[in-house]
Structures are given as structure tokens and as C-alpha cells.
């Protein structure tokens, strides 16, 4: 694994989108923020362009990607929003410069398309807030978001939660929006578990289906060699006028039942106004205990 380099200030990282549309007024808090550390902020030459609810055709939207990608000015790639679109493009990019020089993807929600098809080719990337949500987030997350992008310690503690499984992991972290690695099952940008931490997060799902998420992970063996799993924000979650029964924090006890590895609650991370930054494809160790979690990251770069 070629671990992309971290950023000082200067360098350039271009924001993107390939997924919803975006309008220049929804990213002048997250352009301020970036320039404050330091950064030159560029954006992609068709990021405001409007087909549908989407930044612009497939093309549009590859294009720009493939752009940043190619740009050796370019040092890191941020994506605007989600919401949905990035599976259409994730075909169209040639990934074969970015094998050799690296660069870090941010983004999280939709774009776990690319942190997952990138787990896939063993290129890190980052799973942090995007511009759409600058406004909201916390002062804490932006700083991750920074602390990361410039190569400090990546250490988060948590507080103890009722359903946490105690317990030591190391390995890789992987993972992101659960609905988006279900809907990758089976394709080339399906997610390898073995030996790994999988981090889980949604938004706005019917609990119902978080357990058909959860089940068909577990039928794919998607649990069977996991080191550990990490569940950050549940939010928003829906239910039917006959209730299904479960909390998602309940429906994910449930399809982990037979299974001993560890699992914290409550991570801070997802869709939440405190969203902290990860790194995705690097070495993470977490201690789960009767006090609530430490999680730590390797920030070696190659």
C-alpha cells in the first residue's frame, strides 16, 4: 500500500462533486474554513453545473474527477455532498494514476462508493464532513477533518454505552453509509471484511431495512472474519404504523449476535452535526471497555 502524502500549507485541494448539485453559495463557508488553514482551494470546472438533481451528466462529473486526479497540482480531492449519484461515475474514472500517487478522497454518506472501490485497489482515503455540511458542523469535526488532512494523531475516546461488546481489535478500517455498502454487494467495489474494523453509519431509514441491511452482511459472510465494528450515528430512523419491534442499535445486537468480536455504540461519526474525520484503509486499533472506547490510528505517511 502507497499511502498518499499529507498536506502543508499551499498545496491544493480541489472540491468536486459526483453526486447532487451544489450551488456557489452552499460552499463559501467550507472555502473560507479551507483557505484559513492555509489551502488553495480550487473547484472542479463543471461542479456547478445543474442535469436534474445531479451535478451535471455522468461525464461532467467523471470528468471533473478524473481532472483532480490527474492535476499533479492537485493534492487531495474533496467531494461537495452526497445524497446519491456517485455510483453512476465510479466506472468512468481511470484509477491507474492514482495507484502510483496517491491522493486523499474525502467525503462520506454517498461517497463511501469511492472509499469503498478504493479499499479495493488498498488506497487510504478519508470519511469526514463535506462542504454542504460546514455550516453545522462542530468545531471538533472540522479540526479532525484538518488534523487529518495534515497528519496529527487520530485518536477519539467515547464515552461507556449500554450495548457496547468489550474488547480489543486491530486492523484495516473500513466502511461507511450502511445502505451504500449493501447496494456495492457483489460488485467490484464490494467491500472485503476479513480481517478488518467495519464502521457503519445511516440516515433516514426505515428500521425494517437497517435489519435487511444487516442480514444480507451476514449472509454474505461479511462478519464471519470481522475484528471489530463500529456504529456511529443511526440517525433520523423511521418506523411502520405496526412498529418493527427493534431500535437499529437493537437490530445490529441481533445480526452480531453470534459473533464475538467487539462492538462500540454512539461513535461519533455519520450523519451528525459532530462528524469526526477517519482515515479508511489504515491501521486502527480500538479498546472497548466498561468506560467506553479509545480508538487510535496509525498516521504513518509512505
Known sequence: MKQPYFLKKGDEIRIVSSARAVSPTE????????????????????IHKIFYQFAGTYNDRS??????????????????????G???????????????????????????????????????????TMPINFPNNTQKALLSLKKLLFGGENRISTSKHVNNRPGKANGKLIGGNLSILYSLLGSKSDVNTDGKILFIEDLDEYL?????????????GKFDKLKGLIVGGM?????????????????????????????????????????RALF????????VNNNGCVFVQNNKST
Open 208 to 220: 425494517y431495512h437497517i435489519d435487511r441491511m444487516m442480514m444480507n452482511l451476514k449472509r454474505n
Open 235 to 275: 440517525t433520523k430512523m423511521n418506523d411502520n404504523v405496526v412498529p418493527f419491534g427493534y431500535s437499529a442499535e437493537e437490530i445490529i445486537i441481533n445480526a452480531t449476535k453470534d459473533y464475538d468480536f467487539p462492538i462500540v455504540f454512539g461513535f461519533p461519526a455519520g450523519h451528525l452535526d459532530d462528524n
Open 63 to 84: 470528468s471533473d474527477i478524473q481532472q483532480a486526479i490527474s492535476d499533479p497540482m492537485v493534492k487531495a480531492v474533496l467531494f461537495a455532498r452526497g445524497g446519491y
Open 27 to 46: 460552499l463559501i463557508s467550507s472555502i473560507t474554513e479551507l483557505e484559513s488553514w492555509g489551502l488553495k482551494v480550487t473547484l472542479g470546472a463543471n
Open 86 to 128: 456517485s455510483v453512476q461515475v465510479v466506472d468512468f474514472i481511470d484509477y491507474s494514476h492514482l495507484i502510483h500517487n496517491p491522493k486523499w478522497f474525502i467525503g462520506y454518506s454517498d461517497i463511501t462508493v469511492f472509499h469503498s472501490h478504493l479499499s479495493s485497489l488498498n488506497i487510504p482515503s478519508i470519511h469526514a
Open 280 to 287: 479508511m484503509g489504515i491501521d486502527t486499533q480500538i479498546n
